[in-house]
């Protein structure tokens, strides 16, 4: 399996912009996370699905997020509308419950860059 | 409230200085502490999981060790690629992951 992949490495947008980050998580896994990670706050939840359903988004900092996982090899994670403060990276990572093994794997994440 | 707590925050070696870092944590009903490395520009990768107090792990210069209320990661004469952000994790009742704000390890040839 190729891990947890996601699209794109790099965005630069302006602000007021919709912003949409992709992610294909691990075959079989049935937990996706999504995370935002900053110098000041560290790794932060933002989401997180099982088997596709949304379980829990008390992390989305705002309204202006918002999550989607239409099957099981593919999230959306947008922001409407975008804003300076948004930029960060953002990891999706998954995890398998099954087999005795809990760890997520990550992938490399997507650089936000909203000027 | 559940809560992970990493020191230090950075650490210098020059290479082959032992030393350790910290995770402590306060989560009820304990389902795994999760040891991640961290290199600039890349995602968390994967390193060990514990489970239960007195459990150790080893990884070739790297041991983790846990407790009931801490895990140590040992660096036992650390090279300069050893050089990375060390984070740890605990999933609550809930699944979800909280992670330590990561030791930030340096190790200078």
């Known amino acids: 399996d190729a891990g947890v992949i996601q699209s794109p490495r790099h965005e630069v947008t302006e602000m007021g912009q919709e912003v949409t980050l992709r992610c294909k998580p691990i075959?079989?896994?049935?937990?996706l996370f999504w995370y935002r990670q900053t110098m000041m706050r560290g790794l932060e939840l933002l989401i997180y699905?099982?088997?596709?359903?949304?379980?829990?988004d008390s992390g989305m900092p705002e309204d202006r997020f918002s999550a989607k996982m239409p099957n099981a090899s593919f999230s959306t994670l947008k922001i409407q509308p975008s804003e300076p403060r948004d930029s960060a990276v953002y990891f999706c990572?998954?995890?398998?419950?099954?087999?005795?093994?809990?760890?997520?794997?990550f992938g490399q994440g997507t650089r936000l860059t909203v000027v | 409230e559940d809560q992970v707590t990493q020191s230090p925050e950075a650490l210098r070696l020059q290479e082959g200085e032992s030393s350790s870092l910290n995770c402590s944590y306060t989560?009820?009903?304990?389902?795994?502490l999760f040891w991640y490395r961290q290199d600039p520009g890349k995602g968390p990768e994967f390193l060990f999981t514990?489970?239960?107090a007195g459990e150790e792990k080893e990884k070739e210069r790297l041991k983790a060790t846990l407790t009931k209320k801490e895990s140590f990661l040992h660096i036992t004469a650390p090279k300069p690629e050893d050089s990375a952000t060390y984070l740890c994790?605990?999933?609550?009742?809930?699944?979800?992951?909280?992670f330590g704000t990561g030791t930030s390890l340096t190790v200078i040839p």
């Open positions: 990572a998954s995890r398998w419950t099954g087999g005795g093994k809990a760890e997520a794997f």
């Open positions: 075959s079989g896994h049935d937990y």
């Open positions: 994790a605990v999933p609550n009742t809930g699944n979800q992951f909280y």
């Open positions: 989560v009820s009903g304990l389902r795994g």
């Open positions: 699905f099982n088997n596709n359903v949304p379980i829990d």
């Open positions: 514990l489970y239960s």
